[in-house]
C-alpha cells in the first residue's frame, strides 16, 4: 500500500477488504439479465433477455438525506441502504417501470469495511425486495470531506416499460378513485424538522421508548418497496396514475400524476396516522395543514384507478400483504384538497 496515500488518511487496504466483503451481498441481487462483471469499470445488463417489444428506459437517482444523522446516533447502518434503494425504485415504478439495476455511491470519511459492509447489506436487501440487479458502485474514502463516522450514499436505478404501459397523467380521469398504500413511517423525508424537533428543541435520548421500540430505531425503520405488488397491477393495465409521497408530501407529489387541469381531493380520517407523526405535530407543535406538505402521513404512495376496479385492486393489493385504503379521489378543480 502506498505510504504517502495512507499519511493523507486513505486507507487502500481497508477498501479492499470492503470490496470482498460486499461481493456476497451484490450475489444476493442476481436477477434475469445481470451480466458476471462485478469489478469492471462499467456494470452491465443483457436487455436481449427481456420480453419487452417497445422497451422504454426509466431512470431515477435520489439520497437518504439527513435520516444518515439517525444512523451515525445510533451506529445501526443496516437500513439505511434500503431507503437508498427505495427512493428510486418507487420513483421510477410510479411512471410504470420494473426496475433492473442499481448502482451505490458510498463516500466516507474513514473506510471501516464493517460499516461499508453494513450499508451494502442493506443495498442488497433493497434491490432483492424490489427484484433489482445490483450491478456497480463506488466507495470513496474522502477524510477531507467526511468526519470519523460519517458518510453519504446515493443510488441510481434504470427500469424498463412497455411504451404502452407507461403511467401518463394523460390516463387520468376526472371521478378516478385514489387508493393510498400504508407507509411504515416517516420513510426517508422531513429529517430536517424531525431532528430539530426530538433532538434539537427537546434533546430527546434515541434510546428511549417509543411503543414497543426504542425512538432511534422508529426513526430508522426503512423505506417501504411497492414494486413486488404494484408493478403486476400496472402490467394488467389497472392502475391510471401513481404518486410516490415523498419529500413535499401530498401536496407537491399528488398534482405530479394528474393533467393540469384536474385536481386531488384527499379525505381524512380514511386511513390510520401512525404514532410517530402526531407525535412530531404535538411535540413540535406543527399546524395539520403543513404536516401534510412535509410528510407522507402514514400513506407512501397514491394509485388512482378506475373507479370500477377499486374492489379488484384492493383485494389484489392486501394478498399481496400491502393496507390499501381508499382516500380520495380526481376532481376537475386544480390543486391539492384534504378534508
Known sequence: MSEHYAKSGVNLHAGY???SRIRTHIERTRRLGMMDNIGSFGGLFDLTRLNVSEPVLVSGTDGVGTKLKIAFMTGKHDTIGIDAVAMCVNDILAQGAQPLFFLDYIAIGKNNPETVEAIVKGVADGCVSANCALIGGETAEMPDMYTLGEYDI?????????????ILPSHVSVGDVIIGLASSGLHSNGFSL???????DHSLDHMMKFGEVTLGETLLTPTRIYVRAVLPLIQQSKIHGIAHITGGGFIENAPRC??????????????PIPPIFTYLADLGRIPED????????????????DPKDVEEVIDYLKSHHEHPYVIGEVTDTPGVVIR
Open 17 to 19: 477488504e470492503s470490496v
Open 154 to 166: 446515493a443510488g441510481f436505478c434504470v427500469g424498463v416499460a412497455e411504451k404502452s404501459k407507461l
Open 194 to 200: 424531525v431532528r430539530k424537533i426530538l433532538f434539537k
Open 258 to 271: 394528474i393533467q393540469d387541469e384536474q385536481g386531488i381531493l384527499i379525505s381524512k380520517g380514511t386511513w
Open 290 to 305: 403543513q404536516l401534510y406538505q412535509v410528510f407522507n402521513m402514514g400513506i407512501g404512495m397514491m394509485l388512482i384507478v
